[in-house]
């Protein structure tokens, strides 16, 4: 990344933070090592992601503080779900805690793009910190975010993605269908 983008962006300067432990580590560990950026809202957005750029313009102009974007639950989906009241989260599920039986109807898959709230950013950074020491370094930040949220710590919005094509690439299959998705004239 560092030789494709350089110190800057399109005129955007371009800070980069290491994980010296990324290996050993999930990324709980690289969310935390950002926490000194903590101090405006945040658009969190993991690096597998493909998608519509008006996504991302709809996230940083949405009224809410703290927004999941999500997408309707399919079987090509797997990951962490939310479920609602409304357009209100009120509790995420993790992909561990979806055992057999796990009942996805009433469920959305998050996208992995969030906008989180500068008042929120403090506290999250804070437990984001105590789960570390609390040697959870292989959980993923969803798990602390997710809990966040389960104990009604924040409120947090669902905004559904809609037409706006997206794809995730975990798997050379996902890089076939996100290839597919995005194919010159299709929708």
């Not at 990324?22 to 809202?41: C, W």
């Not at 974007?69 to 779900?81: I, M, N, R, S």
């Not at 989260?89 to 998050?110: A, N, R």
């Amino acid at each position: 990344l560092r030789q494709a983008i350089g110190v800057s962006y399109r005129g955007i300067p371009v800070d980069y933070v290491d994980n010296p432990e990324f290996a050993t580590t999930n990324n709980i560990v690289s969310l935390y090592l950002t926490r000194n950026y903590f101090d405006q809202d945040l658009i969190l957005a993991e690096g597998d992601i493909r998608l519509d750029g008006e996504i991302l313009s709809r996230m940083v102009n949405h009224h809410s503080d703290n927004v999941a974007l999500v997408a309707p639950w399919t079987t090509e989906l797997d990951g962490t779900v939310v479920r609602t009241e409304g357009a209100g989260i009120t509790e995420f599920v993790l992909k561990k805690d979806q055992g057999p039986g796990f009942d996805h109807q009433s469920t959305l898959k998050t996208v992995n793009i969030y906008r989180l709230g500068r008042d929120m950013l403090s506290v999250y950074a804070e437990r984001l910190g105590q789960a570390i020491d609390a040697n959870r370094t292989d959980d993923y930040y969803e798990a602390v975010l997710g809990e966040m949220v389960n104990q009604r710590q924040i409120s947090m919005t669902a905004e559904l993605v809609g037409d706006a094509r997206w794809a995730e690439a975990d798997t050379p299959e996902d890089l076939l269908r996100a290839e597919l998705i995005f194919a010159e004239g299709q929708n």
